[in-house]
């Protein structure tokens, strides 16, 4: 072969084994080498986090507690560290709470997924550094005002310490400085385990099971009958310190104003979604208006599924029930009903309803507050949650303030 030829074909291939030697470096670099071990890249950010009480008391009150804890590991741009609730709602008695995982009842990977670039959860399996931990005091009291904890919460924000603990309070108790349309979001990413909505799906099929056999319309009406005898006592007392008299109902005034919701067809099932143990009255399936056939866990054949349950277990099938209601009717004052409302008026707002005041059955998912009177009207007032409001507050701490 030509010296000349020889040495051009040479010079090509050790520049293409060259290439080739560069080329596999850069894919071992990309593969296996994480960033940080040179090359100009950057490291990834380190997760902080944060860590609240164990979460007590009713499941909407514990559900506002999550979303509150949730928004406030959002402001510390931190990750919370799945909280644990409780079964029971006993919460003086430290040693009866028995607190159950929050992914016994809640899809933690789905939550996450839903929520991913709005806020996320953690394990404490994920901690690198336990003894790294700033332990913090909520403040409490009449001199530990709104704008001294957001203070707080700004001074935290600047820490880089891994985990910041609080103590103290019941997040359902610290001070609120989100908007309802976030806690909204975090309502929307809260998805029943599997085990849990599979035991809605059987109190659900058999609502509608009821009204195929009486060829009544397929959907249903579902009522949070707030006539406990632990309700009926904690509303009057509240009428009487707010000097109100439309926060209770009797077993009738609910009755009447179910059967008088305007554009309501008949016949159609009323579950009724009630404490059956607290409720004194056994009548409370007599006297509704015909073409109204109301239904509670016993009548419906169901009360097995719940009684294997403890409360918490029990509160989150009900809500899932009410939830899926073609029409609901609460208490504006009860946490159970206005979450409740809170969560289909977003989905409503997704449907591009910005209001459903006035406009009755003629969108879906309406509610109804069965404590207050429609004007002009013997029926339930509409009701509609606010989703512009700055802070959760009126639905923490029950109001008459439904927007319509």
Same mark, same amino acid.
């Given at each position: 072969?030509? &010296?000349? =030829?020889?040495?051009?074909?040479?010079?090509?291939?050790?520049?293409?084994?060259?290439?080739?030697?560069?080329?596999?470096? &850069?894919?071992?670099?990309?593969?296996?080498?994480? %960033?940080?071990?040179?090359?100009?890249?950057?490291?990834?950010?380190?997760?902080?986090?944060?860590?609240?009480? $164990?979460?007590?008391?009713?499941?909407?009150? $514990?559900?506002?507690?999550?979303?509150?804890?949730?928004?406030?590991?959002?402001?510390?741009?931190?990750?919370?560290?799945?909280?644990?609730?409780?079964?029971? &709602? @006993?919460? =003086?008695e430290i040693h009866q709470l028995h607190p159950i995982s929050f992914d016994k009842v809640f899809q933690f990977d789905k939550f996450n997924s839903l929520c991913k670039g709005f806020?996320?959860?953690?394990?404490?399996?994920?901690?690198?550094?336990?003894?790294?931990?700033?332990?913090? $005091?909520?403040?409490?009291?009449?001199?530990?005002?709104? %704008?001294?904890?957001?203070?707080?919460? =700004?001074?935290?924000?600047?820490?880089?310490v891994e985990t910041i603990q609080v103590v103290g309070k019941n997040p359902f108790l610290w001070h609120d400085h989100f908007p309802v349309k976030d806690y909204a979001k975090v309502f929307e990413c809260l998805v029943l385990v599997d085990e849990i909505s599979k035991e809605a799906d059987k109190v659900v099929a058999k609502i509608k099971e009821l009204g195929s056999e009486s060829k009544m319309m397929n959907g249903y009406v579902a009522v949070h009958m707030r006539i406990e005898k632990d309700w009926m006592i904690h509303c009057k007392k509240r009428e009487q310190r707010s000097n109100m008299s439309e926060i209770c109902s009797s077993k009738y005034e609910i009755m009447s104003r179910v059967a008088n919701i305007p554009g309501l067809k008949l016949p159609t099932v009323v579950y009724l979604a009630v404490a059956d143990a607290l409720v004194e009255d056994g009548s409370i399936l007599n006297g509704w208006r015909?073409?109204?056939?109301?239904v509670e866990k016993k009548k419906l054949g169901v009360l097995e599924?719940?009684?294997?349950?403890?409360?918490?277990?029990?509160?989150?099938?009900?809500?899932?029930?009410?939830?899926?209601?073609?029409?609901?009717?609460?208490?504006?004052?009860?946490? @159970?009903?206005? &979450?409740?409302v809170?969560?289909?008026s977003a989905k409503m707002a997704r449907m591009g309803v910005v209001t459903a005041c006035g406009i009755g059955m003629d969108v879906r998912w309406p509610s109804y507050a069965y404590n207050l009177k429609a004007m002009g009207e013997s029926g339930p007032r509409p009701w509609m949650t606010t989703l512009t409001d700055s802070t959760l507050q009126a639905i923490s701490y029950g109001s008459n303030n439904i927007s319509c």
């Open positions: 072969m030509d &010296l000349k =030829k020889y040495l051009k074909f040479f010079g090509v291939r050790v520049v293409s084994k060259s290439f080739f030697l560069i080329a596999m470096v &850069l894919v071992i670099r990309t593969l296996l080498l994480p %960033e940080s071990w040179g090359f100009g890249g950057e490291s990834p950010p380190r997760v902080r986090y944060l860590e609240v009480p $164990q979460i007590v008391w009713g499941l909407n009150n $514990q559900k506002i507690a999550f979303a509150r804890a949730c928004l406030t590991a959002r402001l510390l741009n931190r990750t919370l560290l799945m909280p644990s609730l409780s079964a029971t &709602l @006993f919460y =003086k806020v996320q959860l953690g394990r404490f399996s994920d901690l690198q550094n336990r003894s790294d931990t700033l332990v913090v $005091q909520k403040g409490s009291g009449r001199k530990w005002t709104v %704008e001294r904890d957001l203070d707080q919460l =700004k001074e935290l924000n600047t820490n880089e015909e073409g109204l056939v109301a599924i719940y009684k294997k349950h403890p409360y918490l277990i029990q509160a989150a099938i009900d809500y899932e029930v009410c939830s899926r209601a073609d029409v609901f009717v609460g208490n504006s004052y009860s946490t @159970f009903s206005s &979450l409740l809170l969560e289909r």
